[in-house]
């Protein structure tokens, strides 16, 4: 599992892409678990709503990021890299994920808080990181990727305020 993690960094890090992963359904399952588990405790950590609605906020946003991208893939022709995609792109979510985490913890410690500063950076580096996954998986040029994931991220966030019925 550790170089599974090693290959969603260097992901992050815009050194490799998402065909570097396995096509494999069970690596997805697992990410994909791990995410909704690590995203539940931080944002019952961090926020005041209920567990109920912080779990459909982030399963909707999840399903809503799969099937877009699912559209995307097809869209290009390219629908079999789907696996590996989704993978690479809840991969890195969940890396972000435990790096807020991390960096949540070291706030309590230090009684320090730069969530906002915190909340920027992450924000501006998963749509370069979802960027670039979309550009490699859909072969398109980055500029686009990039325009992809951000518009990707606004919808999948709306959708996600609408299942619970927040607006």
């Not at 999840?62 to 559209?71: E, M, N, P, R, V």
């Not at 022709?77 to 792109?89: E, N, S, V």
């Not at 686009?144 to 019925?165: C, D, E, K, N, S």
Request: a positive charge; glycine letters at 6%.
């Amino acid at each position: 599992m550790l170089s599974i993690f090693s290959l969603f960094w260097r992901i992050a890090q815009l050194k490799s892409g998402p065909e570097h992963l396995p096509a494999s359904s069970f690596l997805l399952l697992t990410i994909t678990l791990l995410n909704i588990a690590v995203s539940l405790v931080i944002s019952l950590s961090i926020g005041t709503q209920p567990a109920t609605t912080i779990a459909t906020t982030i399963l909707t946003n999840l399903a809503a990021q799969a099937l877009i991208i699912y559209g995307l893939l097809a869209l290009v022709g390219k629908g079999a890299r789907l696996t590996q995609t989704l993978t690479a792109y809840f991969g890195c979510d969940l890396l972000l994920n435990l790096v807020i985490g991390s960096c949540i913890v070291l706030m309590r410690l230090l009684s320090v808080d730069f969530m906002t500063t915190l909340a920027l950076i992450i924000f501006f580096w998963s749509i370069l990181i979802f960027g670039y996954i979309l550009r490699k998986a859909m072969e398109i040029h980055m500029a686009m990727g990039i325009a992809l994931a951000f518009l990707l991220t606004l919808v999948t966030v709306a959708l996600g305020q609408l299942a619970v019925g927040q607006t």
